[in-house]
């Protein structure tokens, strides 16, 4: 069992608790309803947290990524409806809040959702520039990092990634991904990265602490397989830079030389 699958086998039941009280102090706002049926809903709340992810971690599905993704958007959900629990209950300390009000705090948390959503899997690029001395030209890099490989950005977000790269490959000269190309909520097979081989740019990658999760090698050899360039701890040249691959540590590393 993974790091991470145990980590979420952990947090379950904590998870399930708070789901209870959030559910209990949402619902009183309308009325309320039994605990019998908030517990009950907690759990399957719970049950959908762990269970998709335990069998996404050894066999990715159609079905385990969508109940991964339901399960993640409800957790920024959960989150963004505690914040407004919180308001509408201090404030109701002072003032009563006409039900009409209370209905639109709520209502707002799931409009962000889809907003959010839409935009966590829209690819943006932002143009900065950096003044480096020693370099005699200018070089175009694209950066990247936390691409978050796994149930909820799976293959569909490679292959956007892939389109990115093509529209740039005649005006950047080299492709950078500085970290967390996976997120371990799921298995990383090693085709899964197959689309960025059409990429007409090298691409550098360097593991950080999330590439552990699923197993290092898997990243590694997907990376490799789609003929990514990984610096584990190492260096390349690459006309007047030196890229420095530095690897996530869970301990001492030494740096390359």
Same mark, same amino acid.
């Given at each position: 069992?993974?790091?991470? =699958?145990?980590?979420?086998?952990?947090?379950?039941?904590?998870?399930?608790?708070?789901?209870?009280?959030?559910?209990?102090?949402?619902?009183?706002?309308?009325?309320?309803?039994?605990?019998?049926?908030?517990?009950?809903?907690?759990?399957?709340?719970?049950?959908?947290?762990?269970? &998709?992810?335990?069998?996404?971690?050894?066999?990715?599905?159609?079905?385990?990524?969508?109940?991964?993704?339901?399960?993640?958007?409800?957790?920024? =959900?959960?989150?963004?409806?505690?914040?407004?629990?919180?308001?509408?209950?201090?404030?109701?300390?002072?003032?009563?809040?006409?039900?009409? !009000?209370?209905?639109?705090? $709520?209502?707002?948390?799931?409009?962000?959702?889809?907003?959010?959503?839409?935009?966590?899997?829209?690819?943006?690029?932002?143009?900065?520039?950096?003044?480096? %001395?020693?370099?005699?030209?200018? $070089? @175009?890099?694209?950066?990247?990092?936390?691409?978050?490989?796994?149930?909820?950005?799976?293959?569909?977000?490679?292959?956007?990634?892939?389109?990115?790269?093509?529209?740039?490959?005649?005006?950047?000269?080299?492709?950078? !991904?500085?970290?967390?190309?996976? @997120?371990?909520?799921?298995?990383?097979?090693?085709?899964?990265?197959?689309?960025?081989?059409?990429?007409?740019? &090298? !691409? $550098?990658?360097? &593991?950080?602490?999330?590439?552990?999760?699923?197993?290092?090698?898997?990243? !590694?050899? =997907?990376?490799?397989?789609?003929?990514?360039?990984?610096? %584990?701890?190492?260096?390349?040249?690459?006309? %007047?830079?030196? $890229?420095?691959?530095?690897?996530?540590?869970?301990?001492?590393?030494?740096?390359?030389?």
């Amino acid at each position: 069992m993974s790091f991470r =699958t145990r980590r979420i086998l952990f947090i379950t039941p904590f998870y399930m608790i708070f789901q209870f009280f959030l559910l209990k102090y949402l619902l009183m706002l309308f009325g309320g309803v039994s605990d019998v049926y908030l517990i009950i809903l907690a759990v399957v709340i719970g049950l959908l947290h762990f269970i &998709p992810m335990f069998f996404e971690s050894k066999k990715s599905t159609v079905v385990g990524r969508f109940l991964t993704t339901i399960d993640g958007v409800w957790m920024w =959900t959960s989150l963004m409806l505690l914040i407004d629990i919180v308001v509408i209950y201090t404030l109701g300390m002072f003032v009563k809040l006409p039900f009409e !009000i209370i209905l639109g705090l $709520i209502l707002i948390v799931p409009i962000l959702a889809i907003y959010n959503f839409y935009n966590a899997h829209k690819l943006v690029i932002n143009e900065k520039t950096l003044k480096l %001395d020693n370099i005699e030209r200018d $070089i @175009d890099i694209v950066h990247l990092s936390d691409v978050h490989f796994g149930s909820v950005r799976h293959k569909k977000l490679i292959q956007s990634l892939a389109n990115k790269l093509k529209d740039l490959e005649n005006t950047c000269e080299l492709a950078i !991904i500085s970290g967390d190309f996976a @997120d371990g909520s799921s298995v990383v097979e090693k085709d899964d990265f197959l689309a960025l081989k059409d990429v007409n740019m &090298p !691409i $550098i990658f360097t &593991p950080g602490n999330h590439d552990f999760y699923p197993g290092i090698d898997s990243v !590694i050899t =997907t990376c490799k397989n789609a003929g990514i360039i990984v610096l %584990d701890n190492e260096r390349k040249e690459f006309g %007047d830079l030196s $890229i420095f691959g530095l690897t996530f540590s869970f301990g001492d590393r030494s740096a390359p030389t």
